[in-house]
């Protein structure tokens, strides 16, 4: 088994064989986890949120869901949702210029960043950063179509699993949104927190 920590605020990449399963625990709970796949012999196919929505028929990943990639191959089956499904796979991973939009002044750490260090770890150039599946967001669309995200209620030791359908680079992301926006929760009020990725 393979245990990577990743820290508050950064990125790790795992390799996750086809069978293999993945676990993604947020330890002090309420903690973003962006989360990408890409294909290991060909990065150019990665996990797909949109092409997923219309086989799947739901905008959340669910336990038993299996989430395919934008050539609409199958990549991951999430066996076990530890979350009681507060996740999404709407919002795009944050950048530097969306914490600019915000008013931040100065470099911020971002999702998108910690993908391309991680990948480049690898060998990886990431030209385009793929909609991430967003584990542990309390984000969700209201019946008139507005897009709220109220405080995180993320418990604890909360995780999900997946399994590898085929042989996977896997990118977990400890979000680093830590701004104060009215009606825009993250991450809990204490800031981002580690995440725990597990590789059996
Ligand atoms: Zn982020």
Redesign the pocket.
């Given at each position: 088994m393979t245990v990577v920590t990743v820290p508050a605020r950064e990125g790790r990449a795992v390799h996750v064989q086809e069978g293999q399963h993945l676990r993604i625990t947020t330890p002090k709970g309420a903690q973003?986890a962006?989360f990408f796949a890409f294909n290991a012999h060909n990065v150019n196919e990665w996990l797909s949120a949109n092409h997923t929505w219309v086989t799947t028929f739901c905008v959340k990943p669910r336990e038993g869901d299996t989430l395919i990639s934008r050539f609409r191959r199958p990549m991951v089956t999430m066996v076990k949702d530890g979350a009681e499904g507060v996740h999404d796979m709407l919002i795009a991973?944050?950048?530097q210029f969306?914490y600019e939009f915000f008013g931040h002044k100065g470099p911020h750490a971002?999702?998108?960043e910690?993908l391309c260090v991680a990948m480049r770890r690898l060998g990886h150039i990431v030209d385009v950063i793929p909609q991430?599946i967003?584990f542990f967001t309390n984000t969700r669309v209201e019946v008139d179509g507005r897009l709220v995200s109220p405080p995180n209620p993320v418990a604890p030791g909360a995780f999900v699993e997946m399994k590898a359908l085929m042989d996977l680079i896997c990118v977990v992301?400890?979000?680093?949104?830590d701004l104060k926006v009215d009606g825009w929760t993250?991450n809990a009020g204490q800031g981002p927190t580690e995440l725990l990725v597990e590789v059996r």
């Amino acid at each position: 088994m393979t245990v990577v920590t990743v820290p508050a605020r950064e990125g790790r990449a795992v390799h996750v064989q086809e069978g293999q399963h993945l676990r993604i625990t947020t330890p002090k709970g309420a903690q973003a986890a962006d989360f990408f796949a890409f294909n290991a012999h060909n990065v150019n196919e990665w996990l797909s949120a949109n092409h997923t929505w219309v086989t799947t028929f739901c905008v959340k990943p669910r336990e038993g869901d299996t989430l395919i990639s934008r050539f609409r191959r199958p990549m991951v089956t999430m066996v076990k949702d530890g979350a009681e499904g507060v996740h999404d796979m709407l919002i795009a991973a944050c950048d530097q210029f969306r914490y600019e939009f915000f008013g931040h002044k100065g470099p911020h750490a971002s999702c998108s960043e910690n993908l391309c260090v991680a990948m480049r770890r690898l060998g990886h150039i990431v030209d385009v950063i793929p909609q991430p599946i967003n584990f542990f967001t309390n984000t969700r669309v209201e019946v008139d179509g507005r897009l709220v995200s109220p405080p995180n209620p993320v418990a604890p030791g909360a995780f999900v699993e997946m399994k590898a359908l085929m042989d996977l680079i896997c990118v977990v992301s400890s979000c680093p949104f830590d701004l104060k926006v009215d009606g825009w929760t993250i991450n809990a009020g204490q800031g981002p927190t580690e995440l725990l990725v597990e590789v059996r």
